[in-house]
């Protein structure tokens, strides 16, 4: 497979000429990748009016992934942002005020993409006492959803894999998503590699009509890497769109460091990367077993996710992840009730033994049996929109009961609100902000 935009970088480099041209650094500094960071000069190709050599790129990954694939260089935010945007035109374009139906285990960007287009949500709640990070839904669950609705959402957003490793039966609900006319969105961000798996576990394997993926997340892209996939089957006035959508929120400036990193995972992938993954799938299932033998509690089914509930075995999730930061391990999410590793064909055996080795070092401990305060949905006072872009004040929690929450009080990782924008406080939703260490929030001011 070709890497046209990589190609074009090094070429330009190696070519000595004088760049009176963005960025600044002019080819030269202290990281040693200033020659390939390049701005849209001649041949360049610009990402958002794609003709030359990113479209040609694009189009290699859209032939791996088998849909209309484009890049992004500001992660599955700006794809998140653009699917909502193409949402959007399409219930208009049918005369229908667009209402999306999604779980509250959203990622934040979904958020800012409702309150700056105005669309409206209809959310499903997480279980009773279980995580906000998990949004459980199948087919069944879904048309009784739906036949409760009125009016009915002109599209269903979900998020699978969610941050815990669950994933949704995504086929199933696609099912009722064409019975319906619904179109299936999804936050695909932590599963990109699901398409190489010796049975893909991709979206557009499974029936949706977009869905993001971040590159960087568990292929070897830069921070920033991204798809915005578009299904063959969807319809085409999404595909036609799509740079649009994106360039609606996106730099007009992406990184072209980004971009090459991009062009290069189209190569990796084709030069062996199943293979590869389904060789390594065995290792981090004997992972879990060993883990399971030490006594942890296993949550999600994701593959290349390994997510411990620790409670179990008398640990928070915090303390096991700053416990093994000490011994030079590192996580990638840890709260009281979890711990989550992301591993790929990059970390090999040796990684893998290593986190077994560091989780064994660890005692085991009395059970803890205090979990997450219930979770009760709020009264809503305004929609997202109105608070979102209501004048704010940064109070702490403590002081914010009965006031309306105007932007979400969470942090990435995992960026999943634990209360919507528009939501009233209630004393729940203080409990919870206290149990997931969230000191400040902002609120309406007035």
Request: charged letters at 15%; one cysteine or more; a neutral charge.
């Amino acid at each position: 497979m070709d890497t046209p935009i990589l190609d074009f970088a090094a070429h330009y480099a190696a070519s000595g000429a004088l760049r009176l041209h963005m960025p600044g650094h002019k080819g030269q500094g202290p990281l040693g990748v200033e020659a390939l960071d390049i701005t849209e000069i001649p041949g360049a190709d610009s990402l958002y009016q794609a003709q030359g050599i990113i479209r040609r790129s694009e189009e290699n990954a859209g032939a791996l992934f088998g849909a209309h694939t484009f890049f992004s260089a500001e992660g599955s935010s700006l794809c998140i942002r653009a699917m909502v945007a193409l949402a959007r035109q399409r219930a208009l374009a049918q005369g229908r005020p667009p209402l999306l139906l999604a779980g509250r285990n959203a990622h934040s960007a979904f958020l800012s993409a409702a309150a700056l287009l105005d669309v409206e949500v209809a959310w499903m709640d997480p279980p009773p006492g279980g995580s906000y990070l998990s949004c459980p839904l199948d087919g069944p669950g879904l048309e009784a959803r739906l036949a409760a609705m009125d009016p009915a959402p002109t599209a269903l957003y979900l998020t699978s894999p969610d941050y815990l490793g669950h994933t949704l039966p995504l086929a199933d609900i696609a099912q009722v998503c064409r019975r319906r006319g619904l179109l299936l969105l999804v936050d695909n961000a932590h599963g990109a590699y699901l398409k190489f798996l010796p049975r893909s576990g991709h979206p557009m394997d499974l029936g949706a009509h977009m869905c993001c993926d971040s590159a960087h997340k568990t292929l070897p892209a830069l921070t920033g890497g991204a798809y915005l996939h578009i299904a063959r089957h969807a319809p085409a006035e999404l595909a036609e769109g799509a740079r649009q959508a994106l360039a609606l929120f996106g730099s007009t400036s992406p990184s072209y460091l980004i971009l090459q990193s991009l062009d290069g995972v189209n190569r990796y992938l084709e030069a062996g990367y199943a293979s590869r993954l389904a060789a390594f799938l065995p290792q981090v299932q004997a992972v879990g077993r060993a883990l399971a033998e030490q006594g942890w509690a296993l949550e999600g089914e994701e593959p290349l996710k390994i997510a411990l509930a620790t409670k179990s075995r008398g640990w928070l999730g915090l303390e096991v992840g700053q416990a093994l930061a000490e011994q030079g391990v590192v996580c990638e999410f840890a709260d009281p009730d979890f711990v989550v590793f992301m591993v790929t064909p990059e970390t090999g055996a040796a990684g893998l033994d290593r986190l077994v080795e560091a989780l064994g070092r660890l005692p085991r401990r009395a059970p803890i049996v205090q979990g997450p305060p219930p979770f009760r949905r709020p009264r809503r006072a305004l929609s997202l929109r109105q608070a979102a872009l209501s004048p704010q004040r940064l109070l702490p929690a403590e002081q914010a009961l009965g006031r309306i929450l105007a932007a979400p009080s969470v942090g990435c990782p995992p960026a999943v609100p634990i209360l919507m924008c528009g939501e009233v406080i209630h004393q729940t939703a203080l409990d919870c902000f206290a149990y997931y260490g969230i000191q400040r929030c902002w609120v309406v001011d007035g």
